[in-house]
Protein backbone atom coordinates (compact mmCIF):
# COMPACT_ATOMS: atom_id res chain seq x y z
CA UNK A 1 0.00 0.00 0.00
CA UNK A 2 2.98 2.31 1.22
CA UNK A 3 4.43 1.28 -2.01
CA UNK A 4 1.75 1.85 -4.43
CA UNK A 5 1.16 5.43 -2.62
CA UNK A 6 5.08 6.49 -3.51
CA UNK A 7 4.42 5.62 -7.08
CA UNK A 8 1.20 7.93 -7.13
CA UNK A 9 3.25 10.72 -5.62
CA UNK A 10 6.08 10.38 -8.10
CA UNK A 11 3.63 10.53 -11.52
CA UNK A 12 1.86 13.55 -9.60
CA UNK A 13 5.64 15.20 -9.27
CA UNK A 14 6.29 14.46 -12.53
CA UNK A 15 2.94 16.12 -13.74
CA UNK A 16 3.47 19.61 -11.82
CA UNK A 17 6.72 19.82 -13.19
CA UNK A 18 6.28 18.71 -16.24
CA UNK A 19 2.48 19.65 -17.41
CA UNK A 20 3.18 19.67 -22.01
CA UNK A 21 6.21 16.88 -21.50
CA UNK A 22 4.27 14.29 -19.46
CA UNK A 23 1.56 12.17 -20.87
CA UNK A 24 -0.30 8.87 -21.23
CA UNK A 25 2.40 6.93 -22.75
CA UNK A 26 5.28 9.46 -20.37
CA UNK A 27 3.33 8.40 -17.53
CA UNK A 28 3.35 4.68 -18.09
CA UNK A 29 6.82 4.64 -18.85
CA UNK A 30 7.40 6.88 -15.55
CA UNK A 31 5.28 4.20 -13.44
CA UNK A 32 7.51 1.74 -14.86
CA UNK A 33 11.12 2.70 -13.83
CA UNK A 34 9.55 4.14 -10.75
CA UNK A 35 7.97 0.41 -9.84
CA UNK A 36 11.75 -1.50 -11.13
CA UNK A 37 14.19 0.57 -10.43
CA UNK A 38 12.41 3.00 -6.82
CA UNK A 39 14.00 5.95 -8.92
CA UNK A 40 12.44 9.12 -7.99
CA UNK A 41 11.40 12.39 -9.70
CA UNK A 42 11.46 14.44 -6.78
CA UNK A 43 15.41 13.38 -5.82
CA UNK A 44 16.43 14.43 -9.66
CA UNK A 45 16.73 10.60 -10.71
CA UNK A 46 14.80 11.36 -14.03
CA UNK A 47 14.44 13.70 -16.40
CA UNK A 48 12.14 14.15 -19.47
CA UNK A 49 14.00 15.74 -23.31
CA UNK A 50 12.08 15.60 -26.33
CA UNK A 51 9.29 13.23 -24.74
CA UNK A 52 11.80 10.48 -24.01
CA UNK A 53 12.88 9.66 -19.84
CA UNK A 54 16.98 9.43 -19.28
CA UNK A 55 18.16 8.39 -15.64
CA UNK A 56 20.85 11.22 -14.29
CA UNK A 57 23.83 10.29 -12.54
CA UNK A 58 22.80 10.91 -9.15
CA UNK A 59 19.89 7.81 -9.91
CA UNK A 60 22.21 5.27 -10.78
CA UNK A 61 24.46 5.69 -7.84
CA UNK A 62 21.26 5.80 -5.86
CA UNK A 63 20.59 2.45 -7.60
CA UNK A 64 23.80 0.70 -7.20
CA UNK A 65 23.45 1.93 -3.27
CA UNK A 66 20.47 0.25 -2.70
CA UNK A 67 21.82 -2.65 -4.67
CA UNK A 68 24.99 -2.82 -2.82
CA UNK A 69 27.42 -2.24 -5.34
CA UNK A 70 30.83 -3.26 -4.42
CA UNK A 71 33.11 -0.86 -5.96
CA UNK A 72 33.51 1.09 -8.95
CA UNK A 73 37.19 1.73 -10.57
CA UNK A 74 37.68 4.59 -13.30
CA UNK A 75 41.16 5.29 -15.36
CA UNK A 76 41.76 7.15 -18.47
CA UNK A 77 42.06 5.80 -21.47
CA UNK A 78 45.81 7.33 -22.51
CA UNK A 79 45.66 6.69 -26.47
CA UNK A 80 42.10 8.51 -27.03
CA UNK A 81 43.36 11.32 -24.50
CA UNK A 82 44.21 15.32 -25.65
CA UNK A 83 44.70 17.16 -23.03
CA UNK A 84 45.56 19.97 -25.25
CA UNK A 85 42.53 20.23 -26.97
CA UNK A 86 40.13 19.07 -23.85
CA UNK A 87 39.61 15.70 -25.34
CA UNK A 88 39.15 12.86 -22.67
CA UNK A 89 38.05 9.11 -22.92
CA UNK A 90 37.39 7.31 -19.65
CA UNK A 91 36.67 3.68 -18.64
CA UNK A 92 35.13 2.50 -15.83
CA UNK A 93 34.34 -0.83 -14.77
CA UNK A 94 31.62 -1.67 -12.38
CA UNK A 95 31.82 -4.29 -9.76
CA UNK A 96 28.50 -5.67 -8.40
CA UNK A 97 29.37 -8.38 -5.74
CA UNK A 98 32.92 -9.59 -4.55
CA UNK A 99 32.89 -12.64 -7.37
CA UNK A 100 31.77 -9.79 -10.46
CA UNK A 101 33.91 -9.93 -12.95
CA UNK A 102 33.08 -6.37 -13.89
CA UNK A 103 31.03 -4.39 -16.47
CA UNK A 104 32.67 -1.63 -18.41
CA UNK A 105 31.92 1.40 -19.86
CA UNK A 106 33.47 4.40 -22.18
CA UNK A 107 32.95 7.42 -21.65
CA UNK A 108 34.47 10.65 -23.98
CA UNK A 109 34.13 13.93 -23.83
CA UNK A 110 35.96 17.31 -25.90
CA UNK A 111 34.20 20.87 -26.56
CA UNK A 112 32.40 19.69 -29.38
CA UNK A 113 30.08 17.21 -27.45
CA UNK A 114 29.53 19.05 -24.03
CA UNK A 115 27.41 22.43 -23.24
CA UNK A 116 29.49 25.79 -23.10
CA UNK A 117 28.54 26.00 -19.76
CA UNK A 118 30.84 23.09 -18.65
CA UNK A 119 33.91 24.09 -21.04
CA UNK A 120 37.25 23.31 -18.89
CA UNK A 121 35.42 20.24 -17.19
CA UNK A 122 35.48 17.63 -20.23
CA UNK A 123 37.89 15.50 -17.73
CA UNK A 124 34.86 14.86 -15.10
CA UNK A 125 32.47 15.04 -17.61
CA UNK A 126 34.13 11.75 -19.52
CA UNK A 127 34.55 10.41 -16.19
CA UNK A 128 30.86 10.89 -15.78
CA UNK A 129 29.81 9.43 -18.89
CA UNK A 130 31.56 6.28 -18.42
CA UNK A 131 30.39 5.36 -14.92
CA UNK A 132 26.93 5.90 -16.12
CA UNK A 133 27.65 3.38 -18.89
CA UNK A 134 29.19 0.69 -17.08
CA UNK A 135 26.14 1.10 -14.09
CA UNK A 136 23.64 1.16 -16.66
CA UNK A 137 25.14 -2.47 -18.28
CA UNK A 138 25.31 -3.55 -14.99
CA UNK A 139 21.81 -3.12 -13.72
CA UNK A 140 20.13 -3.69 -16.95
CA UNK A 141 19.09 -0.13 -17.45
CA UNK A 142 17.48 0.65 -20.85
CA UNK A 143 17.07 3.90 -20.92
CA UNK A 144 20.23 6.87 -21.72
CA UNK A 145 21.57 8.69 -18.72
CA UNK A 146 21.32 12.58 -19.51
CA UNK A 147 24.77 12.95 -18.93
CA UNK A 148 25.91 11.04 -21.63
CA UNK A 149 24.26 12.81 -24.10
CA UNK A 150 25.82 15.60 -26.32
CA UNK A 151 25.28 19.42 -25.92
CA UNK A 152 22.18 20.19 -28.18
CA UNK A 153 19.70 18.20 -26.44
CA UNK A 154 17.71 20.27 -23.87
CA UNK A 155 15.44 19.56 -21.34
CA UNK A 156 11.96 19.86 -20.44
CA UNK A 157 11.86 23.15 -18.41
CA UNK A 158 9.72 22.70 -15.43
CA UNK A 159 6.69 24.76 -15.13
CA UNK A 160 7.14 28.55 -13.52
CA UNK A 161 4.14 30.62 -14.71
CA UNK A 162 5.91 32.80 -16.14
CA UNK A 163 8.34 32.53 -19.84
CA UNK A 164 12.04 34.20 -19.42
CA UNK A 165 12.51 36.96 -22.52
CA UNK A 166 15.92 36.26 -24.55
CA UNK A 167 18.27 39.03 -23.64
CA UNK A 168 19.40 41.98 -25.97
CA UNK A 169 22.69 43.78 -26.31
CA UNK A 170 22.71 47.36 -26.02
CA UNK A 171 23.16 47.72 -29.49
CA UNK A 172 20.56 44.87 -30.66
CA UNK A 173 23.12 42.32 -32.88
CA UNK A 174 26.64 43.22 -31.24
CA UNK A 175 28.98 41.05 -28.77
CA UNK A 176 26.59 40.16 -25.91
CA UNK A 177 24.01 38.67 -28.76
CA UNK A 178 26.08 36.41 -30.24
CA UNK A 179 26.30 33.36 -27.63
CA UNK A 180 27.70 31.34 -29.69
CA UNK A 181 30.67 33.05 -31.24
CA UNK A 182 31.72 34.28 -27.45
CA UNK A 183 31.99 30.55 -26.68
CA UNK A 184 33.59 29.59 -29.91
CA UNK A 185 36.21 32.50 -29.13
CA UNK A 186 37.08 30.72 -25.39
CA UNK A 187 37.16 27.66 -27.10
CA UNK A 188 39.75 28.89 -29.55
CA UNK A 189 41.69 30.43 -26.09
CA UNK A 190 41.33 27.33 -24.75
CA UNK A 191 42.54 25.34 -27.46
CA UNK A 192 45.53 27.33 -28.62
CA UNK A 193 46.20 28.84 -25.15
CA UNK A 194 46.03 32.07 -25.88
CA UNK A 195 46.13 35.10 -23.37
CA UNK A 196 42.79 36.37 -23.11
CA UNK A 197 43.55 39.85 -22.28
CA UNK A 198 45.59 40.22 -25.66
CA UNK A 199 43.51 38.18 -27.92
CA UNK A 200 40.55 40.87 -26.29
CA UNK A 201 43.18 44.17 -27.45
CA UNK A 202 43.31 42.57 -30.43
CA UNK A 203 40.16 42.06 -31.25
CA UNK A 204 39.12 45.83 -30.47
CA UNK A 205 41.80 46.78 -32.96
CA UNK A 206 40.63 44.31 -35.47
CA UNK A 207 36.82 45.16 -34.98
CA UNK A 208 38.15 49.17 -35.43
CA UNK A 209 35.88 50.10 -31.94
CA UNK A 210 36.63 51.07 -28.93
CA UNK A 211 35.21 48.59 -26.84
CA UNK A 212 34.26 44.90 -27.95
CA UNK A 213 30.69 45.41 -26.63
CA UNK A 214 30.42 48.13 -29.31
CA UNK A 215 31.52 45.37 -32.44
CA UNK A 216 28.55 44.19 -34.32
CA UNK A 217 28.26 40.16 -35.08
CA UNK A 218 29.41 40.54 -38.67
CA UNK A 219 32.81 42.07 -36.97
CA UNK A 220 32.77 39.40 -34.35
CA UNK A 221 31.88 36.59 -36.27
CA UNK A 222 35.16 37.74 -39.19
CA UNK A 223 37.48 38.74 -36.16
CA UNK A 224 36.96 34.66 -34.89
CA UNK A 225 37.22 33.59 -38.01
CA UNK A 226 40.38 34.95 -38.62
CA UNK A 227 41.86 34.01 -35.63
CA UNK A 228 41.09 30.53 -35.79
CA UNK A 229 42.36 30.08 -39.49
CA UNK A 230 45.53 31.78 -38.49
CA UNK A 231 45.83 30.00 -35.57
CA UNK A 232 45.72 26.92 -37.38
CA UNK A 233 47.69 28.09 -40.16
CA UNK A 234 51.00 29.64 -38.10
CA UNK A 235 50.28 30.01 -34.71
CA UNK A 236 54.16 31.62 -34.22
CA UNK A 237 52.93 34.28 -36.16
CA UNK A 238 49.75 34.99 -34.26
CA UNK A 239 51.70 34.23 -31.20
CA UNK A 240 53.90 37.66 -32.01
CA UNK A 241 51.06 39.80 -33.12
CA UNK A 242 49.22 39.52 -29.94
CA UNK A 243 52.49 40.35 -28.07
CA UNK A 244 52.70 43.48 -29.73
CA UNK A 245 49.76 44.07 -27.41
CA UNK A 246 51.60 43.58 -24.38
CA UNK A 247 51.70 46.94 -21.99
CA UNK A 248 55.67 48.09 -21.34
CA UNK A 249 55.74 46.31 -17.84
CA UNK A 250 54.35 43.14 -19.01
CA UNK A 251 56.71 42.84 -22.37
CA UNK A 252 59.14 43.83 -19.55
CA UNK A 253 58.44 40.86 -17.38
CA UNK A 254 57.89 38.12 -20.21
Request: hydrophobic share 40%.
Amino acid sequence: MKYDLQVKLELETAKIMWPDSVQGLEFEQLESLVKKYRFSVKTGSLQILNARWYVTHTGLVGLAYRKRCRGVHTEAVREFCEPAMFRWTFKAVVYKSRTCKGFVGFGDADPSNVSPLVHGAELRIAETRAVNRALRKAYGIGICSVEEIGSNARPAEPATGAKKLPSKSVNGNGWKAEPKLRDRLCQLIRQHQLDPALVKSYAIDFCGTKTLKDANREQVEKFVNHLADWAAKDKNALLCQLNSYLKPQQAGAA
